[in-house]
């Protein structure tokens, strides 16, 4: 509630407007951030995936992908990680849990021994479900 002032009269009358600039600065303010913060949250490490014709399955809510770029570099998500920490920071982003599944996405342009050596990282950390990550290659009728 606001009130006028007039040096006039000994009374005081109030005003029934609602002050909106605030709301508006408000308003504003938050659709820069989101306008800002959506782009950041897609994931951006680029991978040519090999085609599959293989049947898609249901995905998890949350999927753990462990991707092998074209340079032999791996990331878990977004995160790059060296090859002797791999059991260590999957342990801390499965928390633990060894029956997680882990989706493993691999630039076709990288050697099957590189894929293979990948594959028993995963197993010597304890990491037995392993799903491989493809393209769907849509077959003609």
Known sequence: MSVRLDHGEDTLDEVHEINVTPFIDVMLVLLIIFMVAAPLATVDIQVNLPASTAEPRQRPDKPLYLTVRSDLTLAIGN?????????????????????????????????????????????????LRVALVGLEKVSPP
């Open 79 to 127: 995160d790059f990680v060296a090859r002797e920490l791999l059991p260590g920071t999957l342990r801390s982003a499965t928390g633990g849990e060894m029956e997680t599944v882990i989706f493993l996405r691999a630039d076709k342009t990288v050697p099957y021994g590189e894929l293979m050596e990948v594959m028993n990282l995963l197993r010597t950390a304890g990491f």
